[in-house]
């Protein structure tokens, strides 16, 4: 008896052993999946990140290449209205040459001055990226006296500003955006055998903008800048 009370004492011992084993070596188990399971999911999101950095320096790099697009364009149109300028320098000069070999020393007199103040204008504008309004007006003053003067006076101009607001003359806007336009309307006008009565230009501003209406030999243009 008890002998055999011994067997299953020991049996019993065993297997409750046994079975704490198994438990302890299963918890071990567990614990050593879940423990490579949170290693492949933090290697993943390590490439997930890294991925997701390579989309954004991606993003920049394109919104880099867009605003070096913009900035090209931007040069060439500013180049370009550069280069029309100094084109118009080079045919005022030859007007004046002309005026001084057919003996007009009093009207090449008036044309020299204006020509003059005009180009210390010109190189002033070109010189910085933006203008104030006040000083921009005085521009298009000159402008129209040189381009009335090279026409021998047969025209006369006037500048409306009674709806440009006084705080906005104290900003300002792009330069040589408007300058050019000017030429380009009333270039006609220094070849322009004929009369014109009166050349109109109207300058107003809302606030964001600064508008332009020219009436020159019975047409209208429009055009406008950006208020800084």
């Known amino acids: 008896m008890d002998i055999l009370e011994n067997i299953l004492s020991t049996a019993a011992t065993i297997f409750t ?32 990140s890294q991925r997701l950095m390579n ?27 550069i280069d029309k300028s100094i084109d118009r320098l080079e045919v005022t000069l030859d007007i004046l040459h002309k005026m001084i070999e057919d003996g ?32 921009h007006l ?3 003053d000159c402008i129209l006296a040189l381009l009335c003067a090279l026409n021998q006076n047969k025209w006369s101009y006037e500048i409306n500003t009674d709806t440009l607001a006084n705080i906005d003359q104290g900003r300002c806007i792009k330069s040589m955006t408007i300058s050019p336009w000017i030429f380009e309307k009333m270039g006609g006008s220094v070849q322009n055998t004929g009369v014109e009565n009166v050349v109109k230009l109207k300058i107003s501003s809302d606030t964001y903008s ?15 800048t950006i208020l800084h």
């Not at 790099?61 to 867009?66: D, K, P, V």
């Not at 007009?104 to 204006?114: D, F, I, S, W």
């Not at 210390?120 to 203008?131: G, N, T």
């Open 210 to 224: 600064v508008k332009y209406t020219l009436e020159s030999h019975g047409k209208i243009y429009f055009n406008e």
């Open 17 to 48: 052993i046994g079975g704490l084993g198994y438990f302890l070596g299963y918890l071990y188990q567990k614990r050593i999946l879940k423990h490579e399971d949170n290693g492949i999911s933090t290697k993943d999101n390590s490439v997930i």
């Open 138 to 140: 005085e521009h298009i």
């Open 55 to 81: 989309v954004r320096n991606h993003m920049m790099r394109l919104h880099e290449l867009q605003s070096l697009k913009k900035r090209v364009r931007d040069f060439k149109r500013e180049s370009k209205a």
């Open 104 to 135: 007009e020393e009093m009207l090449a007199e008036r044309v020299l001055t204006r020509f003059s103040k005009h180009l210390r204008q010109l190189l002033h504008e070109c010189a910085s990226p933006e203008i104030e309004v006040s000083v």
